[in-house]
């Protein structure tokens, strides 16, 4: 199996920024990617960023475009989220998933997640 560790979740003030990383260790595929959901109290868990390992091809919610970049270090088998401009409605438990299928955006096309980070932004 592959173990998926989130990091760098806090406190944050409105338009302040924020980074979260995302480390995978164990088995490794030969294409996959892996994404960032969130999920606040009393909502479902949505879709926020993916990025695929090959190529780094980068996917975004609407939400979160031009705020939020996802980048990797293949190096490291790292995954981060760098979160600028944040809002109060960004707050949420997130994340870090790794999928092998080509639906990123989808929350059903991930095998395995990590623990979570809370973020959580005040007014």
């Known amino acids: 199996q592959v173990q998926v560790v989130e990091s760098g979740g806090g406190l944050v003030q409105a338009g302040g920024s924020l980074r979260v990383s995302c480390a995978a260790s164990?088995?490794?595929?030969?294409?996959?990617?892996m994404g960032w959901f969130r999920q606040a109290p009393g909502k479902e868990r949505e879709f926020v960023a993916a990025?695929?390992?090959?190529?780094?091809?980068?996917y975004y919610a609407n939400s979160v475009k031009g705020r939020f970049t996802i980048s990797r270090d293949n190096a490291k088998s790292t995954a981060y989220l760098q979160m600028n401009s944040l809002k109060p409605e960004d707050t949420a438990v997130y994340y870090c998933?790794?999928?092998?299928?080509?639906?990123?955006?989808?929350?059903?096309?991930?095998?395995?997640w990590g623990q979570g980070t809370q973020v959580t932004v005040s007014s």
């Open positions: 164990g088995r490794t595929f030969s294409e996959y990617a």
């Open positions: 998933a790794v999928t092998s299928v080509r639906e990123v955006t989808m929350l059903r096309s991930y095998d395995y």
């Open positions: 990025i695929t390992w090959r190529s780094g091809i980068t």
